[in-house]
């Protein structure tokens, strides 16, 4: 029987609206960024924290966590925008930092520079799929290394978002090509095909046929038609997750500056903040429920921060589960 996909709510879209207002409002603030990719994300986003990704917001560095990378680094602010609504050691203060001298919210997604939830540093292009499936790579590795029968302690994902041109660079081509090799089963990349790059459409630079080359490594490929689809999104991880011997790349239909009535699906949106009056716009728009900059509705954060509670349990469940396997197997251990 297959399972059906939770419909979306209001309450869904306030919350994702709130990860687009807080990237307008942030890159705004900054007066320099990358606006449109997290504002045509952030469903994905919502459901992949919501609903799949395992973590532990008061724990970034739980062990069995499943790992996130998003490679196209220039949207970190899709990224800040979770880690803080999640519950992360991440504060609405340090958004308004966003790209300060500093901060924790630098203008690319840094490892080691107090960011909690970030697994590793993007910005070159292409870096961040690698990074995923060299962090694949080492799970598939430790699981066959440690886990015994009945003792599935090392058992997470690694999930990535890259972009058009993040899939344009040589290393991503030669790390999907050994992932699939390898058959990685528990690495899954979502793809924004957004059709836009910094200079106009991809069709200046860019006409393979994505699914048929990730098919071409030996990867499961998922197609979703419309990126606010959250039934969609929802379905595509499920069927991603239940194919255990292949990787699998989730192709999924967005448009930049989502919300925009003047920059959405132009490169305008891309890496430059929208305006102060568009920004206005943008948010009655979406029938956002204030102008004030860095609003965030009380029960979207609410929502959000269910993560924390259920973060808590899936990482008390998992150290139940390492006690007895210490206890099985103590030289292991």
Avoid at 146 to 161: C, E, S
Avoid at 171 to 183: N, R, T, V, Y
Avoid at 268 to 282: Q, R, W
């Amino acid at each position: 029987m297959t399972a059906v996909a939770p419909r979306s709510t209001s309450l869904d879209l306030l919350c994702i609206n709130t990860v687009r207002t807080l990237a307008m409002d942030a890159v705004q603030k900054a007066n320099s960024g990358h606006p449109g990719t997290p504002m045509a994300l952030a469903p994905i986003a919502y459901v992949l924290w919501q609903r799949h990704m395992r973590y532990n917001p008061a724990n970034p560095a739980w062990q069995n966590r499943d790992r996130f990378v998003l490679s196209a680094g220039h949207a970190c602010m899709l990224q800040y925008a979770a880690l803080y609504l999640t519950g992360y050691d991440l504060t609405l203060d340090d958004i308004k930092q966003f790209r300060q001298w500093g901060s924790k919210t630098p203008g690319h997604t840094e490892y080691g520079h107090g960011t909690p939830g970030v697994e590793v540093t993007t910005g070159p292009l292409g870096q961040g799929v690698g990074n995923s499936v060299g962090l694949a790579l080492a799970e598939a590795h430790l699981a066959a290394e440690f886990n015994r029968p009945g003792h599935a302690i090392v058992d997470h994902y690694t999930y990535f978002v890259c972009s058009d041109g993040d899939l344009m660079e040589g290393i991503s081509h030669e790390a999907c090509s050994m992932a699939g090799h390898l058959k990685l089963g528990k690495l899954i990349g979502l793809y924004d095909d957004n059709h836009i790059t910094i200079d106009g459409t991809t069709e200046i630079t860019y006409s393979e046929d994505t699914a048929k080359r990730f098919e071409s490594y030996g990867w499961h490929v998922e197609r979703v038609a419309d990126g606010n689809d959250l039934g969609a999104i929802d379905a595509a991880l499920a069927a991603a997750k239940r194919t255990t011997d292949k990787p699998s790349m989730i192709i999924v239909r967005t448009h930049i500056g989502y919300g925009s009535p003047n920059k959405q699906d132009k490169p305008a949106a891309h890496g430059a903040p929208l305006g102060e009056d568009e920004v206005k716009l943008t948010k009655q728009n979406l029938g956002w429920p204030s102008l004030e900059p860095f609003f965030v509705p009380e029960e979207a954060l609410a929502q959000w921060r269910t993560s924390k509670e259920r973060g808590a349990k899936l990482e008390a469940e998992w150290a139940k589960k390492y006690a007895a396997y210490r206890q099985a197997h103590p030289d292991l251990a």
